[in-house]
């Protein structure tokens, strides 16, 4: 299963949109019923205004209503150059997309496992997301856990 998920990172990668950085992220997302949903980053003209393939799969999720039921995501990425996607390094989320994956975990009641690979899949790496994000602010602490 990480392997297609993996695979769909990589896939959802080909559609971002990066000319600035021309770096080319995909997020895949697996769900509790075994299904995958992605996102790519999507960059903006005012450079700050760019959103990270992680935070777009997880808006998407959002969108859908299926916020609680993640369980894994997968990130892949490197340089774009013509139409490839290049690179031997991982691509491990930024502290923002930590935060916003944090979200998710907490109202799924669930860590989650968080895939890192780099754009040729040479390198993968895995990670607990609490790991990644330890002692973290999040919407349990704001009593949004249980019974909303
Ligand atoms: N980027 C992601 O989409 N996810 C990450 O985990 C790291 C960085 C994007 C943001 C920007 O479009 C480009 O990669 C270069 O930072």
């Given amino acids: ?11 959802a990668a080909g559609n971002a949109h990066a000319p600035y950085s021309r770096f080319a992220v995909g997020a895949a997302v697996l769900l509790a019923d075994g299904s995958i949903v992605t996102g790519c980053n999507f960059e903006n003209a005012s450079y700050g205004l760019s ?20 369980r894994e995501i997968a990130i892949v990425g490197g340089t774009l150059n013509r139409r490839e996607i290049r690179g031997s390094s991982p691509v491990r989320p930024c502290g923002r997309c930590r935060q916003v994956m944090t979200e998710a975990a907490q109202l799924a009641l669930r860590d989650i496992i968080v895939h890192c690979a780099s754009a040729d899949l040479s390198v993968v790496e895995k990670f607990w997301l609490s790991d990644l994000l330890p002692l973290p602010f999040g919407p349990s602490d704001m009593g949004l856990v249980q019974d909303d």
Avoid: Y
């Fill in 1 to 11: 299963m990480s392997e297609t998920l993996l695979q769909a990172a990589k896939e």
């Fill in 51 to 70: 959103l990270c393939a992680e935070t777009v799969v997880l808006a998407t999720l959002n969108a859908q209503g299926k916020l609680r039921q993640i």
